[in-house]
């Protein structure tokens, strides 16, 4: 007889379903099927159980090969390989537990590291924007229950949050939004023609990087003040239309991806972005939210916002937290080679960063901690494969609108596996040893 376990978190993307219900096979072994999941929340489960899952640690050998060791031995290696790095840096994070999050970091502080998460390369410039200007936000449950106008801005949510539209933004039937997608307008503004983008009231095609100009153009027209005939590519009497509309809203809501985050004009993109929801507000209530893309990423800028003050890019190495983007940043310092050794959990790099940066981790000591085989485990010396956080073991994430959630074990890791926080605090003791303590 298999059993069914309710409530389930996904740990996949900022979205954190937690409606999945997980088939298990009577010994608690195996996951037998899925419901409510994605296509992409679903291969998550699905993978923990694929054949050929690395069980064991692996050392790079001279000769590119691996060659299976204990955890005891990667554990050895890893304290060492920190202990002795003059300025380490440990990225990631994004995809692991608040609770591993938190051992991580008192690593760091121990060595004198930097702590960077996959903010660096995502909505960094929305961390940075917060700092300049505030955020008005809310929760993704006002969104479902009240929102009638919905902004999606540099993202493609049908394809990186694939059920958020269906749970919280587009469809569902909310308490003031009982008519589901009829009782909403949907803006989508994407220089591409996206999926999202064909489910939308109005689509503006923005020229590439001239997103700064449009938001300005929103807030001219707000004020019903003159605009040029065209801008960044979309006609005047569009975006009074549009304008209009979302004046005429009860409670409006503009989710922002790395189109906009990342495109020309970064971090001032969101400044803009957040002083036109600013601006609106002068008319109807109106939120701004980033749809965050790893599971987790949210709750590792709240932990190292709570333990450091700062949401990522902390530099450690002088024994006080600093935080300077552009130079405490991964890229900055694997590029000026500032870095003599790399630790990484919970993210991959290997598939995300510049190749000059993927080079540089491929020269230095490096250990990739990751239940998968990565780019980046295998381009590390020491790749150390671990329980999957919301499968195997439980532990605390926090969804896009900075909501705690506690993620749920479904099955058990594969015999004798530790789980991060396990490895973690392992390491963390060993160092506790080399440095002195007892
Ligand atoms: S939308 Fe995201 S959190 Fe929800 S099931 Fe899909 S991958 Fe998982």
Same mark, same amino acid.
């Given at each position: 007889?298999?059993?069914? !376990?309710?409530?389930?978190? %996904?740990?996949?993307?900022?979205?954190?379903?937690?409606?999945?219900?997980?088939?298990?096979?009577?010994?608690?072994?195996?996951?037998?099927?899925? *419901?409510?999941?994605?296509?992409?929340?679903?291969?998550?489960?699905?993978?923990?159980?694929?054949?050929?899952?690395?069980?064991?640690?692996?050392?790079?050998?001279?000769?590119?090969? *691996?060659?299976?060791?204990? &955890?005891?031995?990667?554990? =050895?290696?890893?304290?060492?390989?920190?202990?002795?790095?003059?300025?380490?840096?440990? @990225?990631?994070?994004?995809? /692991?537990?608040?609770?591993?999050?938190?051992?991580?970091?008192?690593?760091? =502080?121990?060595?004198?590291?930097?702590?960077?998460?996959?903010?660096?390369?995502?909505?960094?410039?929305?961390?940075?924007?917060?700092?300049? $200007? #505030?955020?008005?936000?809310?929760?993704? #449950?006002?969104?479902?229950?009240?929102?009638?106008?919905?902004?999606?801005?540099? %993202?493609?949510?049908?394809?990186?949050?694939?059920?958020?539209?269906?749970?919280?933004?587009?469809?569902?039937?909310?308490?003031?939004?009982?008519?589901?997608?009829?009782?909403?307008?949907?803006?989508?503004?994407?220089?591409?023609?996206?999926?999202?983008?064909?489910?939308?009231?109005?689509?503006?095609?923005?020229?590439?990087?001239?997103?700064?100009?449009?938001?300005?153009?929103?807030?001219?027209?707000?004020?019903? =003040?003159?605009?040029?005939?065209?801008?960044?590519?979309?006609?005047? =009497?569009?975006?009074? +239309?549009?304008?209009?509309?979302?004046?005429?809203?009860?409670?409006?809501?503009?989710?922002?991806?790395?189109?906009?985050?990342?495109?020309?004009?970064?971090?001032?993109?969101?400044?803009?972005?957040?002083?036109? /929801?600013?601006?609106?507000?002068?008319?109807?209530?109106?939120?701004?939210?980033?749809?965050?893309?790893?599971?987790?990423?949210?709750?590792?800028?709240?932990?190292?916002?709570?333990?450091?003050?700062?949401?990522?890019?902390?530099?450690?190495?002088?024994?006080?937290?600093? @935080?300077?983007?552009?130079?405490?940043?991964?890229?900055?310092?694997?590029?000026?080679? +500032?870095?003599?050794?790399?630790?990484?959990?919970?993210?991959?790099?290997?598939?995300?960063?510049?190749?000059?940066?993927?080079?540089?981790?491929?020269?230095?000591?490096? $250990?990739?901690?990751?239940?998968?085989?990565?780019?980046?485990?295998?381009?590390?010396?020491?790749?150390?494969?671990?329980?999957?956080?919301?499968?195997?073991?439980?532990?605390?994430? &926090?969804?896009?609108?900075?909501?705690?959630?506690?993620?749920?074990?479904? !099955?058990?890791?594969?015999?004798?596996?530790?789980?991060?926080? +396990?490895?973690?605090?392992? $390491?963390?003791?060993?160092?506790?040893?080399?440095?002195?303590?007892?």
């Amino acid at each position: 007889m298999s059993q069914s !376990v309710t409530d389930v978190i %996904c740990p996949f993307c900022g979205t954190l379903c937690d409606d999945l219900e997980v088939i298990v096979s009577d010994d608690g072994k195996k996951i037998e099927d899925i *419901y409510n999941a994605c296509a992409i929340g679903a291969e998550k489960f699905m993978h923990a159980q694929a054949a050929g899952r690395v069980k064991r640690p692996r050392m790079q050998q001279p000769d590119g090969s *691996y060659k299976e060791v204990s &955890y005891d031995e990667a554990v =050895e290696y890893t304290a060492q390989m920190l202990h002795k790095a003059r300025k380490p840096l440990m @990225y990631g994070w994004s995809s /692991t537990s608040c609770e591993a999050q938190s051992v991580g970091h008192e690593i760091a =502080e121990k060595v004198g590291a930097i702590v960077d998460n996959t903010a660096t390369v995502c909505h960094g410039t929305t961390l940075i924007a917060v700092q300049d $200007v #505030g955020i008005p936000s809310c929760t993704l #449950g006002e969104i479902k229950n009240r929102a009638d106008r919905i902004i999606f801005w540099g %993202c493609n949510p049908c394809h990186a949050h694939p059920r958020h539209q269906s749970r919280y933004s587009i469809f569902p039937r909310g308490y003031f939004t009982n008519k589901g997608h009829k009782n909403r307008k949907v803006v989508v503004v994407d220089p591409r023609d996206s999926d999202t983008a064909k489910m939308a009231d109005y689509h503006f095609k923005v020229e590439q990087g001239r997103d700064y100009e449009l938001l300005s153009a929103f807030r001219v027209a707000l004020r019903n =003040e003159p605009l040029p005939e065209k801008v960044a590519g979309i006609p005047r =009497e569009k975006i009074i +239309e549009a304008a209009d509309m979302l004046k005429s809203g009860r409670f409006g809501i503009i989710f922002f991806g790395m189109g906009v985050t990342q495109s020309l004009s970064k971090n001032h993109n969101i400044d803009n972005a957040i002083m036109l /929801t600013k601006d609106l507000n002068e008319f109807t209530k109106f939120s701004i939210m980033a749809m965050r893309g790893h599971y987790n990423v949210t709750g590792s800028g709240q932990v190292l916002g709570w333990q450091f003050g700062y949401p990522f890019a902390v530099d450690l190495s002088r024994g006080f937290a600093r @935080y300077n983007p552009g130079e405490s940043t991964s890229n900055d310092l694997l590029r000026r080679g +500032e870095v003599d050794a790399v630790f990484v959990l919970g993210s991959d790099p290997g598939a995300h960063f510049p190749i000059s940066s993927v080079k540089k981790i491929s020269q230095l000591p490096s $250990v990739c901690v990751d239940p998968h085989i990565t780019p980046t485990s295998e381009i590390s010396k020491l790749h150390v494969p671990v329980a999957f956080v919301g499968v195997e073991v439980g532990g605390n994430c &926090y969804r896009m609108d900075n909501v705690p959630i506690e993620a749920r074990k479904v !099955v058990d890791p594969p015999e004798g596996m530790l789980t991060d926080v +396990e490895f973690l605090s392992r $390491v963390n003791s060993r160092l506790e040893k080399l440095s002195g303590g007892k």
